[in-house]
């Protein structure tokens, strides 16, 4: 798709349009490194387009500066949206560039630390690519994947616990929430944890047992007509 712009060895210059829909076109994977420039910048469309990729499958690997985690700006947003997506985000002790690596093999450094809005260097396969990746993981720390002081966060997982007592398939009910699969099934079997539950079955009478499953509202504010035990686990 980019043999005309990208040779198989060295790098060359390209514009910020080729950057993001490399980017957008990962079809396995794709890694980010976010050095501490990018949190003094405004929206980071490579970010967004991790999250949505993470979203529809995709995996998603980002590696954040530790020089980013000061405070209650430990993990900011952006971040937790990348999260939310799910996305696998660490931290990492070493300087890192802004760079993107899709599927692998291609790699994009942004000329300007801030971003891409200035283009990039581009190449593909290069030699030293896995060396580069590998010490960039060396030391990596992994983020949590929940914020127990973050409301949204919980109401979410109530959301997943009246998915699963609904009977939607998996792909199914993380569609409706707007989570990735992987997500989603990571906190089904939170919830199984939580709940002592062997099935899935289980599951869901626990959660009726404990009445964790009344007072729901839908998440657009209106009335949710399922408020009630499931008849599935109603006796």
């Known amino acids: 798709m980019f043999g005309d712009v990208i040779g198989s060895l060295g790098m060359r210059m390209v514009g910020p349009e080729v950057v993001y829909r490399a980017i957008a076109g990962s079809r396995h994977e794709l890694l980010l490194a976010l050095p501490v420039e990018w949190k003094r910048t405004g929206p980071a469309l490579d970010v967004r387009?991790?999250?949505?990729?993470?979203?529809?499958?995709?995996?998603?690997?980002?590696y954040v500066s530790a020089e980013c985690r000061v405070g209650e700006m430990t993990i900011d947003g952006e971040v937790r949206r990348l999260i939310r997506s799910g996305a696998s985000v660490f931290t990492t002790p070493e300087s890192l560039p802004?760079?993107?690596?899709?599927?692998?093999?291609?790699?994009?450094?942004?000329?300007?630390?801030?971003?891409?809005?200035?283009?990039?260097?581009?190449?593909?396969?290069?030699?030293?690519?896995?060396?580069?990746?590998?010490?960039?993981h060396a030391h990596a720390l992994a983020l949590p994947t929940e914020f127990p002081d973050d409301e949204s966060t919980e109401l979410l997982s109530r959301e997943v616990l009246h998915q699963l007592v609904s009977g939607f398939k998996d792909e199914a009910a993380a569609r409706r929430i707007g989570m990735s699969l992987r997500t989603y099934r990571r906190s089904v079997a939170r919830w199984m944890t939580r709940l002592g539950a062997q099935s899935r079955f289980q599951a869901g009478y626990q959660a009726a047992v404990q009445g964790l499953l009344f007072g729901r509202t839908r998440r657009d504010g209106?009335?949710?007509?399922?408020?009630?035990?499931p008849g599935d686990f109603s006796g």
């Open 49 to 62: 387009a991790g999250c949505r990729l993470a979203r529809a499958g995709i995996r998603v690997r980002a």
């Open 98 to 136: 802004r760079l993107s690596v899709v599927d692998g093999k291609l790699l994009m450094s942004a000329l300007n630390q801030r971003g891409y809005d200035s283009g990039g260097l581009a190449g593909r396969e290069l030699p030293f690519l896995g060396l580069m990746l590998r010490s960039m």
């Open 222 to 229: 209106g009335p949710n007509e399922g408020a009630t035990v």
